[in-house]
């Protein structure tokens, strides 16, 4: 299973628009490195914030 997902990738998975998906990784701090988010950091630090999106919440990594 990849861990490290291009945001269209991230964004099919979390239920999430592409440009949201980029939004809250600059918002949240996660990198963008050489275009893929590492998907568990994305989503640990969407729940850490308390991300209002159940999709975003119930994915898995």
């Known amino acids: 299973m990849a861990i490290h997902l291009t945001p269209t990738e991230l964004a099919r998975e979390s239920g999430l628009e592409r440009r949201e998906v980029i939004s809250k990784?600059?918002?949240?701090?996660v990198p963008i490195f050489q275009g893929r988010i590492d998907k568990s950091l994305f989503l640990d630090s969407m729940r850490e914030v308390g991300d209002p999106?159940?999709?975003?919440?119930?994915?898995?990594?």
């Open 53 to 61: 999106s159940p999709d975003a919440q119930t994915a898995r990594v």
């Open 25 to 29: 990784c600059m918002e949240l701090g």
